[in-house]
T-cell receptor
Framework: ETGVTQTPRHLVMGMTNKKSLKCEQH?????MYWYKQSAKKPLELMFV???????ENNSVPSRFSPECPNSSHLFLHLHTLQPEDSALYLC?????????????FGPGTRLTVT | AQSVAQPEDQVNVAEGNPLTVKCTYS??????LFWYVQYPNRGLQFLLK??????LVKGSYGFEAEFNKSQTSFHLKKPSALVSDSALYFC????????????FGKGTKLSVKP
């Protein structure tokens, strides 16, 4: 295990639902990330938090809303999603958001929007 | 702007043979280079990285990678492939000078047959 956990592992939601994805890291890192992984596409960075402050929003639609209450926890709140939002959502953490630090990934949440 | 390319969608190797997964990059400053592996239904796992120093970097599970500045490449290698090495491999780069985000390649599927 990498020290990064994600819940739930699988989620099916309708387009009018509201749900949240949770990520927790047990590594003492200061930076956390959300990525979207779709079939046949490169990994897409969505959000970056460093010391609980958002430092990157990679032009993500407002139907995705991140929350970082502390350096160990990261949430992704979802509402009125579209079918094209179906993907694997990966959380990662690193010691800091810059520099040469490698990122450690959670197992992901497989999201299906119906 | 920084970018990374993995020219092969899939690499097929017989068990026991050497394997190479190719990666080329483009950054304006000094590159920080990473390799990750993803097994089915799992997140990405860090394998190795090059920041500075010796061009040959050794990592987990017997993998190594060679940094070649003149060819802007960072190919992943292993002397003797195992069936259990079958997975999706991602190369990633960050421009060490600009402190930009980590950019991932589209991934290469490695298939090792007995």
């Amino acid at each position: 295990e990498t020290g990064v956990t994600q819940t739930p592992r699988h989620l099916v939601m309708g387009m009018t639902n509201k749900k949240s994805l949770k990520c927790e890291q047990h590594l003492g890192h200061n930076a956390m990330y959300w990525y979207k992984q779709s079939a046949k596409k490169p990994l897409e960075l969505m959000f970056v938090y460093n010391f609980k402050e958002q430092t990157e929003n990679n032009s993500v639609p407002s139907r995705f809303s991140p929350e970082c209450p502390n350096s160990s926890h990261l949430f992704l709140h979802l509402h009125t999603l579209q079918p094209e939002d179906s993907a694997l959502y990966l959380c990662a953490s690193s010691q800091d958001s810059g520099g040469a630090d490698e990122q450690y990934f959670g197992p992901g949440t497989r999201l299906t929007v119906t | 702007a920084q970018s990374v390319a993995q020219p092969e969608d899939q690499v097929n190797v017989a068990e026991g043979n050497p394997l190479t997964v190719k990666c080329t990059y483009s950054v304006s400053g000094n590159p920080y280079l990473f390799w990750y592996v993803q097994y089915p239904n799992r997140g990405l796992q860090f394998l190795l990285k090059y920041i500075t120093g010796d061009n040959l970097v050794k990592g987990s599970y017997g993998f190594e990678a060679e940094f070649n500045k003149s060819q802007t490449s960072f190919h992943l290698k292993k002397p003797s492939a195992l069936v259990s090495d079958s997975a999706l491999y991602f190369c990633a780069v960050r421009d060490g000078g600009s402190q930009g985000n980590l950019i991932f390649g589209k991934g290469t599927k490695l298939s090792v047959k007995p």
